[in-house]
């Protein structure tokens, strides 16, 4: 004669662990140890796609909305300078011969790549005598002074690299490896000054 686990438990015994019948059918709403061990490997799994995939989808996102300086952008003020609060549109009359300022494109301040470094090396209103360099140090991607050094140049506060703004952005001191790349640019009939292409070589670090 068969005897199933309730009969056993009313004599007195255990139900033992071959007799999957009682711990499939035991009191109704408890989990069997079965379906407890299905229950916890499905959570288990789930954590951890839900670990490795939340990163994964947020790096995505930022590698999507990044958005690279380019042609057409309009050069605004990066930080409060001449009287001008930042975001206000750069006019090209307002740097002097010998001076400087930095710049993002407009909307595109998120960056830090983007920012620019504006410099007027000789007399003019316009276009003329005015150069626009990464304000990015290519030795290990520091941001350069806004202000020129007492001798002209561009120089960075990390480890003393300089760069003439004179000649392409040329390093002229310190351990850089190569020029700031230089950026190409337009003065409007507003006199507003625009990025007429991207930047000519890799921004920073090569």
């Given at each position: 004669?068969?005897?199933?686990?309730?009969?056993?438990?009313?004599?007195?015994?255990?139900?033992?662990?071959?007799?999957?019948?009682?711990?499939?059918?035991?009191?109704?709403?408890?989990?069997?140890?079965?379906?407890?061990?299905?229950?916890?490997?499905?959570?288990?799994?789930?954590?951890f796609a839900l670990a490795f995939g939340v990163p994964t989808f947020a790096i995505k996102s930022l590698q999507?909305?990044?958005?690279?300086?380019?042609?057409?952008?309009?050069?605004?003020?990066?930080?409060?300078?001449?009287?001008?609060?930042?975001?206000?549109?750069?006019?090209?009359?307002?740097?002097?011969?010998?001076?400087?300022?930095?710049?993002?494109?407009?909307?595109?301040?998120?960056?830090?790549?983007?920012?620019?470094?504006?410099?007027?090396?000789?007399?003019?209103?316009?276009?003329?005598?005015?150069?626009?360099?990464?304000?990015?140090?290519?030795?290990?991607?520091?941001?350069?002074?806004?202000?020129?050094?007492n001798e002209g140049r561009i120089g960075c506060p990390c480890h003393a690299s300089q760069f003439d703004p004179?000649?392409?952005?040329?390093?002229?001191?310190?351990?850089?490896?190569?020029?700031?790349?230089?950026?190409?640019?337009?003065?409007?009939?507003?006199?507003?000054?625009?990025?007429?292409?991207?930047?000519?070589?890799?921004?920073?670090?090569?």
């Amino acid at each position: 004669m068969t005897i199933t686990g309730d009969q056993r438990q009313l004599q007195g015994g255990a139900p033992t662990h071959d007799d999957d019948d009682y711990y499939e059918q035991d009191n109704f709403g408890r989990f069997s140890r079965r379906n407890m061990l299905r229950w916890l490997i499905g959570l288990s799994t789930g954590a951890f796609a839900l670990a490795f995939g939340v990163p994964t989808f947020a790096i995505k996102s930022l590698q999507l909305t990044v958005q690279e300086i380019g042609a057409g952008d309009q050069l605004v003020y990066a930080t409060a300078a001449s009287g001008a609060a930042a975001g206000d549109p750069i006019q090209a009359s307002a740097i002097q011969v010998g001076s400087a300022v930095q710049a993002f494109p407009k909307g595109k301040a998120d960056n830090q790549q983007n920012l620019v470094e504006i410099v007027r090396t000789a007399p003019g209103s316009g276009k003329e005598g005015l150069v626009a360099y990464s304000a990015i140090c290519t030795h290990l991607g520091c941001v350069v002074y806004a202000n020129l050094t007492n001798e002209g140049r561009i120089g960075c506060p990390c480890h003393a690299s300089q760069f003439d703004p004179a000649n392409d952005a040329a390093v002229v001191g310190g351990p850089a490896p190569r020029p700031l790349p230089s950026l190409p640019i337009e003065v409007a009939a507003d006199g507003t000054i625009t990025a007429a292409g991207p930047f000519d070589g890799k921004v920073g670090v090569a």
